[in-house]
């Protein structure tokens, strides 16, 4: 670690781990209403647990990105980040803003639209928290060298903060209020992350194969390409039957069928840089983490939002646990597993350690992934059971429910198995490995 | 491999299909946003009541259970079409009667069964929910869902 600014990302991280842990708590809460549906009725209900679980999400991703971002551009930029003390009053005022939100969950203080369900005054504090952020980078950037990596990263960073501001939209018309509401959640999750990813990616990358900068940058413009050129149009997706124009049907088929395509490259990027490296790092652990995001990105994201991306199917599919199962996978191969992967890297750094405990890091990510893995294929199964004695055969819901009870058990023992693969994770990033604890350097 | 292209062609070709592909996407929805309000859904019922009636529907965060035209969670019943599932369309007055009997009467405490929570609406909020509910079912959803309950 050269610059003293990149410790800034320790705190991004210690905070990300722990609403980690909080996020899958809360799904394991939800898989257990599943199965036993009067567990907390009364006192917690489903719909607040759900708020809980998936903007615990959201959340540590963000710190995962905002500290994936001060560790990296300095080196990057060849320069300390602009102002450290910029940089840990938007950590305090996030995580407060966070905690008070999470709190306020559980008391009822909530507004309705999904995964926007922050009070105002956290939406605006989230704003503030952003600019604040983005100002503090895009003056390191100024003042350093801008690689391509450093602007892929900027460019998905002040994209994610410009979306966000649709969350202030609200129409009385459910279906404007729907089709601005993509604006944030698609162009945040099938868009500019997806710059945000590529650069991480990169980045790590060029740290552990050695591997020519020149030949992973080109690369990276090809991929966020890909993934902007199929995914700004592929937001049409989501326009099929929210009351948006026909054309959406032929458009978003068609070009969300290609969001296929930069995970494909990404697959197909991380392996032959991998092959062509000339460093043997020490690292083994961030390295498997990398080329897991990348494979389960490519099924996740890719391969399962295929399967149900394609109007006629859709027409079926829409709103069963075929999309649950795929927003599982996608979020985890995507965007959880390459925050693993840069804490995996970065955090020996910070701690001053050489990689340590990296046996049960990689516990972690066989145990984690085989868990999330399972959890896809069950709440598969399950959806297209769903799809076809509801949408097919026009059961009840609720009879359908009953029907494939089998698959939430499943579903609960998959995270179970999750929950333990986590807490590993947090345990040998925080631990101190027994026999590896010189100094750096 | 891709020695073909330099990256600076690379950069280029991104920032530059970014650009033309977001154009278009800003130009549909500008399209798209004339069409809601003007042909698949009724502009001219969307009056205060409606208004208010979606701003309970989110107060008490109701889509992290249900669905609404299939988005939301998927523990409980899709509810884009639950006036005409209630029959509301042909008899408004007892459409009303049913959506407001069907929330007083939770949660059922069964066990076994998912429990909906009493959300302890005002007279006035169940007549905006349902109001929400009717100008709702009547949006032209191209077809969705493929079978209406029951």
Redesign the interface.
């Known amino acids: 670690m050269k610059y003293q600014t990149q410790k800034l990302a320790y705190p991004y991280f210690v905070a990300a781990m722990g609403l980690f842990v909080a996020q899958v708590l809360g799904g394991l809460i939800a898989g257990t209403i599943y199965v036993f549906p009067n567990f907390l009725s009364e006192l917690v209900p489903f719909n607040i647990i759900r708020m809980i679980h998936t903007n615990a999400l959201i959340v540590w991703l963000l710190m995962g990105f905002f500290g994936a971002t001060y560790y990296l551009l300095p080196e990057e930029a060849e320069t300390e980040i602009y102002s450290p003390k910029l940089a840990w009053i938007q950590f305090w005022l996030f995580l407060f803003a966070a905690a008070s939100a999470v709190v306020g969950y559980l008391f009822g203080v909530h507004e309705g639209r999904e995964f926007l369900e922050q009070p105002l005054w956290v939406k605006i504090a989230i704003v503030i928290v952003a600019l604040m952020f983005m100002f503090n980078v895009s003056m390191t950037l100024l003042r350093g060298k801008r690689t391509a990596i450093s602007i892929i990263l900027i460019t998905g960073l002040w994209g994610l903060t410009l979306f966000f501001l649709f969350a202030f939209y609200n129409p009385s018309n459910l279906s404007l209020d729907k089709m601005y509401w993509w604006y944030v959640i698609h162009l945040w999750v099938e868009g500019v992350w997806e710059l945000i990813l590529a650069a991480i990616l990169g980045f790590l990358l060029i740290k552990m194969t050695g591997v020519d900068r020149e030949i992973i940058e080109k690369w990276l413009y090809v991929i966020v390409g890909l993934a902007l050129f199929s995914g700004l149009l592929g937001t049409g997706h989501h326009y099929y039957w929210i009351g948006t124009p026909g054309y959406w049907q032929w458009l978003g088929s068609i070009f969300s069928a290609l969001e296929v395509f930069p995970f494909l490259a990404m697959v197909i990027f991380a392996f032959y840089i991998v092959r062509k490296s000339t460093r043997n790092h020490p690292n083994k652990a961030a390295l498997l983490w990398v080329l897991g995001c990348t494979v389960l990105s490519f099924f996740g994201a890719g391969v399962w939002g295929f399967m149900h991306t394609l109007a006629p199917i859709n027409f079926y599919t829409h709103g069963t646990q075929i999309t649950s199962s795929h927003g599982h996978l996608a979020f985890y191969g995507a965007y959880v597993m390459i925050n693993l992967a840069i804490i995996s890297y970065a955090m020996p750094h910070l701690r001053g350690m050489q990689p340590y405990n990296q046996n049960l890091n990689m516990w972690s990510f066989w145990i984690t992934s085989s868990g999330m893995v399972f959890m896809t294929f069950t709440l598969t199964a399950a959806g297209v059971l769903q799809t076809h004695l509801e949408r097919v055969l026009g059961m009840n819901y609720m009879d359908v429910q009953e029907q494939i009870a089998l698959f939430y058990w499943m579903r609960l023992g998959s995270g179970i198995v999750v929950v333990i693969g986590v807490l590993l994770f947090v345990y040998a990033t925080f631990a101190k490995g027994k026999e590896e604890q010189a100094e750096i350097r | 491999?891709?020695e073909g292209?330099?990256?600076t062609a690379?950069?280029n070709?991104?920032f530059g299909?970014?650009i033309f592909?977001?154009v278009?996407?800003v130009a549909?929805?500008v399209?798209?946003?004339w069409?809601?309000?003007n042909?698949?859904?009724d502009?001219s019922t969307?009056n205060d009541s409606?208004?208010r009636g979606?701003h309970v529907?989110?107060?008490?965060?109701?889509?992290?259970?249900h669905?609404?035209?299939?988005?939301?969670?998927?523990?409980?019943?899709?509810v884009g079409k639950v006036w005409i599932k209630f029959g509301g369309a042909d008899d408004p007055e007892m459409g009303k009667e049913v959506l407001k009997a069907w929330m007083e009467a939770m949660?059922t405490?069964i066990?076994?069964?998912?429990?909906m929570?009493q959300f302890n609406l005002t007279d006035q909020e169940h007549e905006d929910l349902a109001a929400f509910f009717e100008?709702?079912s009547r949006?032209?959803?191209?077809?969705?869902?493929?079978?209406p309950?029951?």
């Open positions: 491999m891709s292209i330099t990256k690379a950069r070709i991104f299909g970014t592909f977001f278009i996407f549909l929805t399209h798209s946003h069409y809601i309000v042909v698949s859904t502009s969307l409606v208004a979606k529907w989110e107060k008490n965060s109701c889509i992290n259970c669905t609404i035209f299939g988005e939301g969670a998927y523990f409980a019943p899709e949660p405490g066990e076994g069964r998912r429990q929570p100008w709702v949006v032209d959803t191209k077809g969705w869902p493929p079978q309950d029951e």
